[in-house]
């Protein structure tokens, strides 16, 4: 238990009172229930050697069933004060913990500029393990000579791209068996999609998500979330949903957090789900703009919580845009995929 003195340690400046107050309430609590007996002494009868303990609130031991029984009316008040006290307290730790400002995401490893949170805007590399922005990806290559050459190489490594789905998948486990926790949720994505020569199986999907999970990729979590709102390979329940988006959204997935928003939207829980749909802009997610402008316009958030959302995106726009990621958009850029097809990536990042 906190001491008065020391309980601000962890709390945010918004919440240090209220979390302070029921930290002292319970304290004096237990200081009370301190007075009425010494450690291992009955709290009814006075004798020492007690063993049973209050099943509800664990603070208190008696001798025997009998003088629980009996000292149940003295001591039921303080019991549920303290259960109550104890589930505000838990309940402002949970909020301190949720609306935390998530990690930072990673920069390309070659412009060294923040990564992009949308998908298009980035790539994972299963030769090297790095995941590489849209413009260092389609950037030109020259050589020695100033002369333009074929750009069918990893940007990173120089690996050439896999001529085949075999021995992409190759690359992908020699990843997976170096403990690379992307290589691990791809290959869960494959499973689920039934792609890249894997079939289609929702519960091993599932499997390679709880492992690239526990080493600690939020994405994994999240699309372990939408498992279980959709019922693949699992049954539905949207409470465990919630519990891996919040683990997601904690971790620094946008769209996790812009899933919890549009959940206490829902149950009009404006306050709350402004918290979420901030944090989500901060981390880039357009959705979470636009659902801010909608409850603005019908009076659900105020005018500063809208200017606030626009002047977060822009801050977020200036830390990822760049000329050459600009210009891997407007280029069409036609590549070989590893299936022998020519394909239009599409490389927008915002």
Same mark, same amino acid.
């Given at each position: 238990m906190s001491t008065p003195g020391s309980c601000n340690v962890g709390a945010s400046k918004s919440n240090d009172?209220?979390?302070?107050?029921? @930290?002292? /309430?319970?304290?004096?609590?237990?200081t009370a229930e301190d007075n009425d007996e010494e450690e291992d002494v009955?709290?009814?009868c006075g004798k020492e050697g007690a063993n049973n303990i209050c099943n509800k609130c664990k603070q208190v031991k008696y001798c025997n069933a009998a003088c629980k029984k009996k000292h149940r009316h003295k001591h039921k008040k303080h019991c549920e004060e303290h259960l109550r006290l104890a589930d505000e307290r838990a309940a402002e730790l949970h909020d301190e913990r949720l609306f935390k400002q998530p990690p930072p995401k990673n920069d390309?490893?070659?412009?060294?500029?923040?990564l992009p949170s949308m998908k298009t805007g980035y790539?994972?590399?299963?030769?090297?393990?790095?995941?590489?922005c849209s413009g260092c990806m389609?950037?030109?290559v020259y050589d020695d000579q100033g002369n333009k050459v074929d750009n069918q190489k990893c940007p990173f490594c120089r690996t050439p @791209?896999? /001529?085949s789905i075999e021995e992409a998948l190759k690359r992908l486990k020699t990843r997976m068996e170096a403990g690379d926790a992307i290589a691990i949720h791809n290959l869960g994505m494959y499973y689920r999609d039934g792609m890249n020569g894997c079939p289609q199986d929702y519960k091993k999907a599932l499997e390679f998500w709880h492992q690239a999970a526990e080493l600690g990729h939020a994405?994994?979590?999240k699309f372990i979330g939408y498992a279980y709102v959709l019922g693949q390979g699992v049954e539905v329940d949207m409470e465990k949903a919630n519990y891996y988006y919040e683990i997601a959204a904690k971790g620094g997935d946008s769209e996790a957090r812009n899933n919890l928003g549009n959940k206490e939207a829902r149950a009009r829980n404006y306050d709350r789900a402004i918290k979420h749909y901030m944090i989500a802009v901060e981390g880039g997610n357009t959705k979470s703009l636009d659902t801010i402008k909608k409850i603005y316009s019908v009076g659900h958030a105020t005018k500063e919580d809208y200017s606030k959302a626009l002047q977060s995106y822009q801050v977020y726009l200036g830390e990822i845009k760049s000329k050459q990621r600009d210009e891997a958009v407007t280029k069409n850029i036609i590549t070989i995929s590893q299936h022998g097809?020519?394909?239009?990536?599409?490389?927008?990042?915002?």
């Open positions: 009172d209220d979390v302070c107050e029921l @930290a002292g /309430k319970l304290d004096e609590m237990k009955c709290a009814n390309c490893p070659i412009c060294f500029l923040l790539r994972y590399m299963s030769c090297c393990g790095k995941v590489i389609y950037a030109p @791209a896999p /001529k994405d994994a979590y097809l020519a394909a239009a990536n599409d490389c927008r990042y915002y």
